[in-house]
T-cell receptor
Framework: GEDVEQSLFLSVREGDSSVINCTYT??????LYWYKQEPGAGLQLLTYIFSNMDMKQDQRLTVLLNKKDKHLSLRIADTQTGDSAIYFC????????????FGQGTTLQVKP | DVKVTQSSRYLVKRTGEKVFLECVQDMDHENMFWYRQDPGLGLRLIYFSYDVKMKEKGDIPEGYSVSREKKERFSLILESASTNQTSMYLCASSSAGDRLSSPLHFGNGTRLTVT
């Protein structure tokens, strides 16, 4: 079955770039998603990338996709304290069920 | 914007109680989901539904049931709450459309404590 793996924790200083990595297993995934969860809140869709793209940029966010290695990354430029949150990557379930398979989440800690 | 509303942010219940968690979405989405979130385990799917009166088991359905009598509302039921069901519960919805490309939209979660 599908499996999505992320490292659990990342600590950076304010103003630095953050890179959060994710590996997935289903090569047929059409879209891959990044969600952000702030403390005490639900998950918010942050960005997504279509599988025929290598890169997508959206203001301070850059998503890189390496389909050969099934590796996805989220880069946050000029990281701010407000970026402190848990970040989840997710891929669709292969059975066209509408389900998403989530990684364990990476906690990003931004130090002032 | 899609709005998914969970009726309670915090709940405290006693072991053995029957517990109802309610979720309502306002975007006429066909698909609705219940996940639980635990530290170190990420999100795990409990149940989901593609349409009114339809339900499908997720990865961890034991101890739970669901009800979808109206398209906009999806309820999670703990028939007899136990302490190992203490968790954050997240409801989500998505458009049917192309199921491989429809993102999930989440509510703010209900933190349930069973004592």
């Amino acid at each position: 079955g599908e499996d999505v793996e992320q490292s659990l924790f990342l600590s950076v200083r304010e103003g630095d770039s953050s890179v959060i990595n994710c590996t997935y297993t289903d090569s047929s995934s059409t879209y891959l998603y990044w969600y952000k969860q702030e403390p005490g809140a639900g998950l918010q869709l942050l960005t997504y990338i279509f599988s025929n793209m290598d890169m997508k940029q959206d203001q301070r966010l850059t998503v890189l996709l390496n389909k050969k290695d099934k590796h996805l990354s989220l880069r946050i430029a000029d990281t701010q304290t407000g970026d402190s949150a848990i970040y989840f990557c997710a891929e669709p379930h292969s059975g066209n069920t509408g389900k998403l398979i989530f990684g364990q989440g990476t906690t990003l800690q931004v130090k002032p | 914007d899609v709005k998914v509303t969970q009726s309670s942010r915090y709940l405290v219940k006693r072991t053995g109680e029957k517990v109802f968690l309610e979720c309502v979405q306002d975007m006429d989405h066909e698909n609705m989901f219940w996940y639980r979130q635990d530290p170190g385990l990420g999100l795990r799917l409990i149940y989901f539904s593609y349409d009114v009166k339809m339900k499908e088991k997720g990865d961890i359905p034991e101890g739970y049931s669901v009800s979808r009598e109206k398209k906009e509302r999806f309820s999670l039921i703990l028939e007899s709450a136990s302490t190992n069901q203490t968790s954050m519960y997240l409801c989500a919805s998505s458009s049917a459309g192309d199921r491989l490309s429809s993102p999930l939209h989440f509510g703010n979660g209900t933190r349930l404590t069973v004592t």
